[in-house]
């Protein structure tokens, strides 16, 4: 079975989900070709194993993300099965090359196999359906779901161009005023409670948070002494919360944070009482001081691929 | 998990998909604006303005009244309104039972085409705010003894007395004062700025403190011929106002109680002691269980009594049934559910003391406990049992 | 001007989603409300209904209960509302086939539809839709305005945001605004009852529905977590993050 990856452009080269997608690929076929819209990064990605061709799909429309535009361009050079990555890029530009080429996409595979078998999570994450999808279906795959394929390939490298139009075209760009998410739309929230002694220790959450694209979040205790807004305030008598991710950094864990937050899928506590309630309702748990254990925190999630 | 109303029996599935609707833009609006305010607007002792705005902007305000811009629901609808309100404060519920049920209502029925034209729309949107004024310092339960007097002079009248225990009254742009005028009550509209009328509020309540309960004064107050309400006379006036706002209190305490229970279970269920949570406890189950079978028939209590009001088939002693046996239940609810949340129950971060201290207002005003059970008593044996006369 | 909304009908997703032999037991969820990134859209097309006089038309696809969701719509102010109905499951082709058509009967100019409905979570259908209707799409889109034929919309990008301009009709798919969105009042919910809506089957818009090589085989709960794992010290800060990559797949 024939294979086409289309790999989304990225500025620092080749998108770091491709190898991804190409061990995805050897699953499911034989070697796959890759189509790098703009081109960036075909060399490296000729030297991931089991990669069997690479082209570097030129035109002025890769300047701007047009999925229609691009999925007109590189739908002619589709063969097989598709795969992308779900990104908000692959998401729009994938069900666009599907519905373009007559055929069904499927979203956000967390798993692939031979069959082809898919898993993906629906229902915001509380349930898990599984799926067989034909041979020439367009499938996104989550990224860091699967393992990257290894390096050692020497694919080939072709030139393709592409004369297609933009319909959309950019009037100006403009800058996010550095707005950090609020608890209730984040999807991994950090959030801070008395043990953290100061307010001014917030500022260390949050440059967590900024890593992870996370919100901060805040118990009642510190809201009500230290003067935070009542936005940021996780529990009874604030916000309750359902993220992928509950970070909670010297929180205790009183049954009234609780109510707001122990709907999260994971949580991971960080307090130096081993008898803080917290632990009672965390997957993960880190009995130390947030003094010590947040750097290390941060430190490993910076160096995360 | 959102709030989940206890149903057990289905009861919502008897309304209509309108009902349904108005239902769920109601609970929502709690949701979003009552919830996360109420705890503070209750600490500060205050109604908030949006609020008003809010619920004029809804459309629900004077629910079954139709015409002049009122909303001509069913009392289906009036009712579910009214238990959709209370379960996020019964101060809510107060200012819309006062406006509607007791302010606009007198003029909608008893009022002139003028009266009707000049104050029902304002006050359906919201813009302006109506009080009742029937209650004395010294009149209760004795309405009829009422010593506010009206006198004709030329033009005017000339209103003399106070009322207490009137709920809107600092903020309302009208008051709705039944006085009598040569022996005869008769109910009169004042205005904020009418000469020799004032409006303090009452402070240091226990309950319903979001909410403005106020005096009205009347020192030689003067008010045009045109604001008697020509339609009535006699006790018929306030009462038939009563009647209707006592049936929406019957469905509001469903909703107080609604909020005690879920609060409760969700308490209940997370509360840990001996390693498990204190669900797991048949004394708990037990009070959880009682709630549920209260709640329950108090629901079909009110449902039925919407039917009847709205077929037209109804007397005011089904009314009284209604709201005596509902908002008893309902304090006893609350008081059980506080139980439930042990020491936390006392803190604002739960609802559950702050409807127990409202219902002991509900439980007194538009008729107390007391009231309603001697009503009751007379219709079944027809012996009045209210006075030491005969 | 004429605006198609496209409005799912989800569980609210607030409420518990309960499985039984291998698919969602619909008859256990509590409460159905339209997804919520459609909300968005919708406000969106109300606001070019009052700020340009354009007809709202909302269009649903699915079975019976989904009408709840269009006379949601109309208690705000949609103007049409049509309802593809349709019982079953189906590949993203034959839905977005059905759709695009339903699109093209109501000739509407443009289409609004959430960035991705709240059950399937997928964010297909915007995209899928504007290329059967030979439509640009442009997604995560915050607001959109009408300018002389033209419309400018405001999408996020990954650095930020962008404002672009599109010539002539298009697809334009929402992510949550900064607007807030209107709540119907007791006259919207009243004028509702009012607007008739055109029920029609796939077949009536000459789609069918084969399921164009997806097949559903079952649903199921995602797999228990692992009872909590507790870490002594700081240092094991690092393989705790190893293991929210890695295990819960969460960063």
Not at chain 1, 160 to 173: H, K, M, Q, T
Request: proline share 4%; net charge negative; glycine share 10%.
């Amino acid at each position: 079975m024939s294979v086409t990856i289309v790999s989304e452009p990225h500025e620092e080269g080749m998108h770091p989900t491709l190898p991804q997608l190409v061990r995805a690929a050897s699953v499911i076929g034989e070697s796959c070709t890759v189509i790098i819209p703009g081109g960036n990064g075909a060399d490296e990605a000729s030297k991931i194993q089991g990669v069997g061709k690479v082209i570097k799909l030129n035109g002025a429309c890769f300047s701007v993300f047009d999925s229609s535009t691009w999925s007109a361009a590189i739908s002619g050079l589709v063969d097989g099965t598709v795969l992308m990555a779900t990104t908000p890029v692959g998401r729009e530009l994938s069900a666009s090359i599907a519905a373009g080429l007559g055929r069904s996409v499927v979203q956000d595979v967390t798993s692939i196999a031979p069959g082809i078998k898919v898993e993906r999570p629906a229902y915001s994450g509380k349930a898990v359906e599984s799926i067989s999808v034909s041979g020439d279906a367009v499938i996104t795959i989550r990224p860091n779901a699967i393992e990257s394929a290894e390096s050692g390939g020497s694919a080939d490298v072709s030139t393709v161009d592409s004369g297609e139009d933009l319909r959309i075209a950019v009037l100006e760009a403009i800058a996010k005023a550095g707005e950090r998410l609020d608890v209730s739309e984040a999807d991994i929230i950090i959030s801070g409670g008395r043990g953290l002694g100061d307010r001014s220790n917030f500022e260390k959450l949050e440059s967590v948070a900024d890593s992870l694209g996370a919100a901060v979040g805040a118990s009642r205790a510190v809201v009500d002494e230290w003067g935070l807004p009542h936005s940021m305030q996780v529990g009874q008598t604030g916000k309750t919360v359902t993220p992928s991710l509950y970070i909670a950094v010297g929180i205790s864990g009183a049954i009234q944070h609780l109510a707001g937050m122990r709907s999260s899928r994971y949580i991971l506590a960080i307090n130096k009482d081993p008898e803080a309630p917290i632990f009672g309702v965390a997957d993960y748990g880190i009995v130390a001081q947030w003094e010590d254990a947040l750097p290390i925190l941060h430190e490993a999630i910076k160096s995360l691929p | 998990m959102g709030y989940e109303a206890l149903d057990f029996y289905d009861v919502d599935s008897l309304l209509t998909d309108e009902e349904r609707m108005i239902r769920d833009v109601v609970r929502d609006w709690v949701d979003e604006s009552v919830i996360p305010k109420i705890e503070n607007a209750c600490r500060e002792g205050v109604f908030l303005d949006e609020w008003r705005q809010e619920l004029g902007g809804m459309g629900i305000l004077g629910a079954p009244l139709k015409g002049y811009g009122c909303p001509g629901l069913s009392y289906t609808a009036y009712g579910v309104i009214c238990r959709e309100l209370e379960r996020g404060d019964s101060g809510i519920r107060s200012f819309a039972s006062v406006q509607g049920s007791l302010a606009m209502y007198p003029i909608w029925d008893f009022g002139s085409e003028e009266q009707k034209e000049k104050y029902l729309p304002g006050m359906a949107s919201g813009e302006l705010i109506g009080c009742f004024g029937l209650t004395e310092p010294d009149y209760g339960s004795n309405p009829g003894d009422m010593v506010t007097k009206a006198e004709e002079d030329d033009d005017h009248y000339i209103l003399n007395g106070a009322k207490m225990w009137i709920t809107n009254g600092t903020i309302a742009d009208l008051a709705v004062v039944w006085a009598k005028l040569d022996g005869v009550i008769r109910g009169f509209i004042v205005e904020k700025g009418d000469e020799g009328f004032s409006a303090p509020e009452m402070k240091g309540k226990h309950s319903l403190k979001a909410s403005v309960t106020s005096e009205l004064v009347f020192q030689d107050c003067k008010i045009p011929k045109d604001r008697i309400l020509p339609g009535v006379k006699g006790l018929r006036g306030p009462f038939s106002c009563l009647n209707n706002a006592r049936y929406g209190i019957s469905w509001g305490a469903v909703g107080a109680a609604q909020s005690c229970f879920d609060s409760a279970r969700s308490y209940a269920m997370s509360r840990i002691q001996f390693d498990h949570p204190i669900a797991a406890y048949q004394l708990v189950q037990n009070k959880l269980a009682w709630m549920l079978r209260e709640i329950t028939k108090a629901q079909l209590l009110a449902y039925h009594l919407g039917v009847k009001k709205d077929s037209g088939e109804w007397v005011p002693e089904h009314i009284s049934l209604a709201k005596m046996n509902n908002v008893d239940i309902a304090l006893e609810i609350a008081r059980v559910a506080r139980d439930i949340h042990g020491a936390n129950g006392i803190l604002d971060e739960y609802p559950v003391m702050r409807h127990m201290a409202n219902l002991e207002s509900v439980k007194t005003y538009e008729g107390t406990h007391d009231i309603h059970n001697l009503i009751l008593g007379r219709h079944i044996t027809g012996i009045q049992a209210f006075t030491r006369e005969a | 001007m004429k605006v198609a909304v496209l409005i799912k009908q989800v569980p609210d997703t607030t409420a518990r989603i309960s499985i039984a032999g291998g698919s969602v037991d619909e008859g256990s969820i509590s409460k159905w409300t339209i997804s919520p990134y459609d909300e968005y859209a919708l406000e969106a097309a109300l606001k070019l209904q009052s700020e340009s006089g354009a007809k709202v038309v909302a269009i649903t696809l699915g079975p019976q209960r989904s009408s709840k969701s269009l006379i949601d719509a109309a208690a705000v102010g949609a103007d049409e509302l049509i309802h593809v109905l349709y019982e079953g499951a189906s590949g993203s082709l034959s839905l977005q086939g059905a759709l695009a058509a339903a699109v093209r009967k109501s000739e509407a100019d443009i289409v609004l539809a959430g960035k991705q409905a709240a059950d399937t979570n997928s964010g297909s259908t915007a995209p899928g839709v504007a290329q059967m209707l030979g439509l640009p799409c442009v997604g995560l889109v915050s607001e959109v305005k009408a300018v002389d034929g033209n419309f400018v919309a405001t999408r996020s990008t990954s650095s930020g945001m962008e404002r672009v301009s599109v010539n002539g009709p298009c697809v334009f798919a929402f992510d949550k605004g900064d607007e807030e969105l209107r709540r119907p009042n007791v006259r919207g919910i009243m004028m509702a009852k009012k607007k008739p809506i055109e029920s029609l089957s796939p077949a009536d818009l000459g789609v069918s529905m084969e399921d164009g090589g997806v097949n559903v085989e079952s649903v199921g709960y995602p797999p228990e977590k692992p009872a909590g794992q507790t870490f002594q010290g700081a240092a094991s800060a690092s393989e705790v993050v190893t293991k929210l990559r890695e295990e819960a797949n969460v960063i």
